[in-house]
């Protein structure tokens, strides 16, 4: 893809996205998007320094975070990461400084266009308990539980750090914490990354791709802009601890950086998978992957 290409996607959110490893077939299936000022979503950051990265910014001068899940097909099992915003939608007056305009409601179509009913899902992991990544999830219909097969995944840090209180009460007979390491789904295992919340998780998936193992690395809130694998120092507004964050950050684009690995980041407008490239003077650079479906 040219370079002109690539930036046009860096200033709109991801439409429905798929990269295959192996037997895995991923797909980002999107919900909405979020608007990030970036003078307040980096704490710091000057106008004079969003001239550097204006081919990332909206008509509002916005970075534009994608909002929605990544849905990981393996035989007849299905696993969602993330469920979104829901549906429903503020205006940017509505939000916080930090933020502009934030929405979502668009999951359950992008599933069905990719031929998934949310009953025939049977894991959903968490990254983290906020709104724009559990927004579908506990929703029900008048028929029952939307994701009515689901059994939910998140970091025990995050369920005992408050967790519990987040989830319905209803629904805690089908929460699987898990720690550090963990299996979660065929191939799949949690890896602990704190700093955004407290017991943030990633997750990581080793699979045979043809030619050698290779790995995907979800990112979570770890990211959520290209930007920062380039500075992975700037502090974010609502990381829940900053230098915990940005020593998670720092060391999780240097893992990345590992040959043979993809990464999936879900908040990257429209370049939501990529690899991480070290560049010659000694940083790294976010590359988005081209062939994608």
Same mark, same amino acid.
């Given at each position: ?7 046009? &996607?860096?200033?709109?959110?991801? *439409? ?5 490893? @192996? ?5 980002? !299936? *999107? /919900? ?28 509002? #001068? ?9 849905? =990981? ?8 990461? /993330? ?5 429903? &939608?503020?205006?940017? #007056? ?11 409601? @668009?999951?359950?179509? $992008? ?22 990544? !559990?927004?579908?999830?506990?929703? #029900? ?21 408050? #967790? ?24 799949? $295992? ?8 407290? @017991?943030?998780?990633?997750? !990581?998936?080793?699979?045979?791709? @043809? ?16 930007? %920062? =694998?380039?500075? *992975? %120092? ?7 601890? +900053? ?5 998670? &950050? ?20 429209? !370049? ?5 490239? +070290? ?15």
């Amino acid at each position: 893809m040219s370079p002109s290409r690539t930036a046009q &996607r860096l200033n709109r959110p991801s *439409p429905i996205r798929t990269h295959t490893i @192996g037997e895995y077939r991923l797909t980002h !299936v *999107p /919900d909405g998007l979020v608007q990030l000022r970036p003078t307040g979503w980096f704490p710091g950051l000057t106008a004079a320094d969003t001239d550097g990265f204006a081919d990332h910014l909206d008509a509002d #001068g916005c970075l534009v975070a994608a909002i929605g899940g990544l849905l =990981v097909e393996y035989g007849d099992r299905a696993l969602l990461i /993330d469920t979104g915003y829901g549906p429903r &939608r503020l205006a940017a #007056g509505q939000t916080h400084p930090a933020l502009g305009e934030l929405g979502g409601g @668009g999951l359950l179509g $992008s599933l069905a266009d990719v031929g998934r009913e949310p009953a025939g899902i049977d894991t959903i992991a968490f990254t983290h308990l906020h709104d724009d990544h !559990v927004g579908w999830a506990f929703l #029900g219909t008048d028929r029952g539980p939307l994701f009515s097969s689901a059994s939910f995944v998140l970091s025990a840090a995050e369920w005992q750090g408050g #967790g519990a209180g987040q989830i319905p009460a209803a629904l805690h007979d089908r929460v699987r914490p898990a720690v550090d390491g963990e299996e979660v789904f065929p191939g799949i $295992s949690l890896r602990e990354t704190p700093g955004h919340t407290g @017991g943030h998780a990633s997750y !990581v998936l080793t699979a045979d791709g @043809g030619e050698g193992i290779e790995r995907l690395i979800i990112a979570g809130d770890v990211l959520h802009s290209p930007l %920062q =694998v380039a500075h *992975p %120092q700037w502090p974010v507004f609502f990381d829940s601890d +900053a230098a915990t964050a940005v020593r998670t &950050r720092t060391a999780f684009v240097q893992d990345a950086a590992t040959p043979g690995t993809v990464v999936y980041a879900g908040h990257f407008a429209d !370049v939501v998978f990529g690899r991480v490239r +070290a560049d010659q003077d000694g940083g790294h650079v976010w590359d988005p992957l081209t062939d994608l479906t």
